[in-house]
């Protein structure tokens, strides 16, 4: 039986469950554990350890695996073995995050493409025929912003705004927690500080936001639409003034 020890950098909303993904602390990169189920999607009884516990951003986890299933807009996906509980081995430590996390933003915030181009979207027939290196990464955002909006269900939206060396985002955000944080702001865009002050989050700091970034599964915009795409999601908001302060990071 195959496993991977992982730091949990990842945990959205995914068709009435979640997608979770991390950095592998071995080194060797990210990796996205996908159920059997459509598209992947992961449920309670999957990432649900034995005492009750759920899986929570830096926690370190030990996942079994049956094999790897790479697909042309997620090379990361490998299939969970379902006879085996996942475990919690701690949380990651400063040390794993300058060896393993800092890197990873550092490179991937001076570089002005996200995830392979510079739009919010890839069309699925060109993954097809050239399939993307990494469908994960972790920024460092210049200019970032939120807003919150009604859609025309009379239903609030919320989307991460945000630039990467000079060029210009616009991303639906996917992250559970944060999106109950936003839910009690009115409709509007805000800045970093506006945030803070209003949701008083104490252990916050402007400057101190990092997103990790993912690629969904294909989807058709509209009926009449006859192309599919992989969109762009903020998966996951991590404040690391927040973390330092939680886990104890000196």
């Not at 993904?21 to 649900?48: C, F, M, Q």
């Not at 392979?116 to 993307?132: A, H, M, Q």
């Not at 700091?205 to 915009?221: A, H």
């Not at 690391?240 to 990071?249: E, N, P, Q």
């Amino acid at each position: 039986m195959l496993t991977f020890d992982i730091i949990c950098l990842a945990k959205s909303t995914k068709h009435g469950g979640i997608c979770l993904a991390g950095i592998k602390t071995d080194g060797t990169g990210w990796l996205r554990p996908v159920s059997n189920r459509i598209n992947g999607t992961l449920y309670p009884e999957h990432y649900t350890m034995r005492d009750g516990r759920e899986v929570q951003l830096f926690d370190i986890i030990r996942i079994p695996m049956i094999r790897y299933e790479p697909k042309c807009h997620q090379p990361e996906n490998w299939l969970i073995h379902y006879s085996y509980k996942w475990q919690i081995l701690g949380q990651a430590t400063l040390e794993e995050v300058k060896k393993l996390i800092k890197p990873e933003i550092n490179q991937n915030s001076t570089e002005p493409k996200l995830l392979g181009n510079f739009e919010k979207r890839i069309r699925y027939e060109d993954l097809e025929i050239s399939p993307i290196k990494s469908s994960l990464t972790m920024i460092n955002p210049e200019e970032l912003k939120w807003q919150i909006k009604y859609n025309s269900e009379n239903e609030k939206t919320f989307r991460c705004l945000f630039s990467l060396c000079g060029n210009f985002y616009d991303l639906p955000i996917t992250d559970p927690i944060w999106i109950d944080k936003l839910c009690f702001l009115e409709a509007g865009i805000y800045s970093c500080e506006e945030v803070i002050e209003k949701l008083n989050l104490e252990n916050f700091e402007p400057d101190k936001f990092r997103l990790t970034i993912s690629l969904s599964e294909p989807f058709q915009p509209s009926f009449k639409s006859e192309e599919t795409f992989c969109y762009k999601l903020v998966a996951s908001v991590i404040n690391v003034s927040d973390i330092s302060k939680r886990l104890g990071w000196k």
